[in-house]
């Protein structure tokens, strides 16, 4: 089975801090992604990458950045975290047009 | 641009109650389309798909006909389970937007024994 693999279930960070969230897969996927999921929201694209050292912009990437050093490993890069970043974050790697999911990392900014 | 509109929940359901959440899109071109199942505490993942118009994709009792003359692609199932209790996301693929999924907001089904 493909492994989804994100580093926290939840975090709580500080206005102001700079937060990493890692998602690492096992299945040797090219395309690899970044959504946020809220109430009423659905998911919405963030960041995504279909290449080691490569990253497209999604529908809502300000605020966030991404690195993609390793092909296996697609980090999301908050900055500056605000509360409006308040979220449930999910990353999914894919294979042709199946998307496999993490169980998200639910974070909480104060 | 795409979109995704899926009918607002919580759906609440007796036991083997018969289940259907709607499902509408607007996409460039000849989409595929998607059911994402969300169990509690749990990441999504694939319930079924269509790739082309008049498809129907099926998987643990459930089923989605792609309709291109309405737009449409309702999920449905005959008889629920507790454990069907969970976020459903309707989503499309098209090439016009480098095949990246557009997700509905998300339908939460609960079923009561």
């Known amino acids: 089975d493909v492994k989804v693999t994100q580093s926290s279930r939840y975090l709580v960070k500080r206005t102001g801090e700079k937060v990493f969230l890692e998602c690492v897969q096992d299945m040797d996927h090219e395309n690899m992604f970044w959504y946020r999921q809220d109430p009423g929201l659905g998911l919405r694209l963030i960041y995504f990458?279909?290449?080691?050292?490569?990253?497209e912009k999604g529908d809502i990437p300000e605020g966030y950045s991404v690195s993609r050093e390793k092909k296996e490993r697609f980090s999301l890069i908050l900055e500056s975290a605000s509360t409006n970043q308040t979220s449930m974050y999910l990353c999914a790697s894919s294979f042709y047009e199946k998307l496999f999911f993490g169980s998200g990392t639910q974070l909480s900014v104060l | 641009g795409d979109s995704v509109t899926q009918m607002e929940g919580p759906v609440t359901l007796s036991e083997e109650a018969f289940l259907t959440i709607n499902c509408t899109y607007t996409a460039t071109g000849y989409p595929s389309l998607f059911w994402y199942v969300q169990y509690p505490g749990e990441g999504l993942q694939l319930l079924l798909k269509a790739t082309k118009a008049d498809d129907k994709g099926s998987n643990k009792g459930f089923e989605a006909t792609y309709r291109k003359e309405t737009t449409s692609f309702h999920l449905e199932k005959g008889s629920v389970q507790v454990s069907d209790s969970a976020v459903y996301f309707c989503?499309?693929?098209?090439?016009?937007?480098?095949?990246?999924?557009?997700f509905g907001g998300g339908t939460r089904v609960l079923v009561k024994p």
């Open positions: 990458s279909y290449d080691v050292k490569m990253k």
């Open positions: 989503a499309l693929s098209s090439k016009a937007a480098g095949n990246k999924l557009t």
